[in-house]
């Protein structure tokens, strides 16, 4: 995926968060003014520097806290348009829950010392982290506090595939770090759900990309009961293929549409679909044509994708160039206006599907019931930048964490139960 290249790889604006930004951007004030460092300083003094300076970024996180909880009122009133935030962030969404950036910018502050850096500002990654940290933090919160109705606490926990779960077109093997932690949420009663582009009706295809968790949901060790197996389930095609794992059959089990397909998504016209899925052939072909790309165009019955001939491997501007064209001209045809759609670059190619991860998280979560909301829903994923990657949209419909690497999908897990269980 894109990310393995660094989540801030890009200075291209459509590889930007304009809220990572803008938070960037106010932090560096406090950089410029209190983190400065003069030749000859002392070394009380540089204590004294390091501290004001992490004072004032602690109040910069403190003031957008506030800001978001603006956000969140003016949200409930159904008058987004009169935040604050979103008079200064027009592109930030809707906040399913508050965030403690203040007292996250404090743990995270303690590991990358940001406060005691003279040359590097606040980074982009610095800032993602300390979001991630504070939406764990509140989540966890929210899941302990006697106030909080159960509906509103945190149930499902959703992952992307491939850079959140294992490296680029690996699979998820017996000896992952991951695993463990994937099952001590079974054990917590936890929903877990693979929300991920690859679409296939079968489970014996997703098994060849997950055995190492599937064959550990049976192991004696873990001793799940056959209940909290079965709260493991997969989301294929963005949306599209629902399969749950069976504790008797001991296998992913495709569950038919029509016992979960939303109502938005019963009413697209299968011309519409078919009209989209074509266009976008076209334009994938056209392009390999004019870019003179070694690549070949796949269709499947919801999705079309540019993947490379074998033996060749595509460059990430290429990849770029392709997922950018297509979604621009997708967004301005007829069809695919009657539908949802993502465009994304896989990391190796590229892929138009039919629906997108925002629906697929309402999926699961109109699957599993009533308790399963935005803000008691989980989203990790390493693709959220805005155009081009597939974990954006997910961001309608759930909590969400921005990962670069499944070593920091297995931190975010880490501290979740650390915060849980009130170890911190």
């Known amino acids: 995926?894109?990310?393995?290249?660094?989540?801030?790889?890009?200075?291209?604006?459509?590889?930007?968060?304009?809220?990572?930004?803008?938070?960037?951007?106010?932090?560096?004030?406090?950089?410029?003014?209190?983190?400065?460092?003069?030749?000859?300083?002392?070394?009380?003094?540089?204590?004294?520097?390091?501290?004001?300076?992490?004072?004032?970024?602690a109040?910069?996180?403190?003031?957008?806290?506030?800001?978001?909880?603006?956000?969140?009122f003016m949200y409930s009133q159904n008058t987004p348009e009169f935040s604050r935030l979103k008079q200064l962030v027009p592109?930030?969404?809707e906040f399913f829950?508050?965030?403690?950036?203040?007292?996250a910018f404090y743990i995270e502050d303690e590991k990358r010392s940001i406060s005691k850096r003279r040359l590097v500002?606040?980074?982009?990654?610095?800032?993602?982290?300390?979001?991630?940290?504070?939406?764990?933090?509140?989540?966890?919160?929210?899941?302990?506090?006697?106030?909080?109705?159960?509906?509103?606490?945190?149930?499902?926990?959703?992952?992307?595939?491939?850079?959140t779960l294992y490296d680029d077109g690996d699979c998820l093997m017996p000896d992952s770090p991951l695993i463990p932690l994937i099952i001590q949420a079974l054990s917590r009663n936890f929903f877990i759900g693979i929300v991920t582009a690859a679409g296939y009706k079968d489970g014996a295809k997703y098994y060849e990309r997950l055995y190492g968790l599937i064959d550990a949901l049976e192991l004696e060790i873990y001793g799940l009961t056959e209940r909290q197996k079965e709260r493991f389930l997969v989301m294929g095609g963005e949306a599209n293929y629902l399969l749950q794992y069976d504790s008797v059959l001991k296998k992913l089990k495709f569950i038919e549409p029509s016992k979960w397909i939303l109502p938005a998504m019963a009413g697209w016209n299968p011309i519409n679909i078919t009209n989209t899925l074509d266009f976008a052939e076209s334009v994938l072909s056209d392009l390999i044509r004019k870019l003179e790309l070694p690549a070949i165009v796949v269709k499947k019955e919801r999705a079309v994708g540019m993947v490379a001939k074998p033996g060749f491997k595509l460059l990430r501007e290429a990849l770029e160039e392709v997922v950018l064209i297509c979604d621009n001209k997708l967004n301005n045809f007829q069809p695919a206006q009657e539908i949802e759609f993502c465009a994304f670059n896989g990391g190796s190619d590229v892929w138009v599907d039919i629906g997108d991860k925002s629906l697929g998280v309402k999926v699961l979560q109109t699957f599993l019931g009533k308790d399963a909301k935005s803000n008691s829903t989980l989203h990790i994923g390493d693709q959220f930048a805005t155009v081009g990657a597939n974990d954006y949209k997910a961001r309608r419909?759930?909590?969400?964490?921005?990962?670069?690497?499944?070593?920091?999908?297995?931190?975010?897990?880490?501290d979740l139960f650390k915060y849980i269980d009130n170890k911190y």
Request: charged share 25%; hydrophobic share 40%.
């Open 1 to 57: 995926m894109t990310s393995r290249y660094r989540v801030e790889y890009a200075l291209k604006q459509h590889r930007r968060d304009e809220f990572i930004e803008w938070i960037k951007g106010v932090l560096a004030g406090p950089f410029v003014l209190h983190a400065v460092k003069s030749s000859g300083i002392t070394v009380a003094d540089d204590m004294k520097i390091s501290a004001d300076a992490r004072r004032r970024y």
């Open 91 to 93: 592109s930030v969404g």
């Open 59 to 72: 109040e910069v996180f403190s003031d957008i806290e506030r800001l978001v909880d603006d956000q969140i």
């Open 397 to 414: 419909s759930a909590c969400t964490v921005w990962i670069a690497n499944p070593e920091e999908t297995r931190n975010c897990l880490v």
């Open 97 to 103: 829950t508050q965030l403690p950036l203040e007292k």
């Open 121 to 163: 500002c606040p980074s982009f990654n610095d800032v993602r982290v300390i979001l991630n940290t504070a939406q764990l933090l509140q989540l966890s919160g929210n899941f302990n506090s006697v106030s909080i109705q159960e509906e509103d606490k945190l149930q499902l926990i959703t992952f992307d595939g491939d850079v």
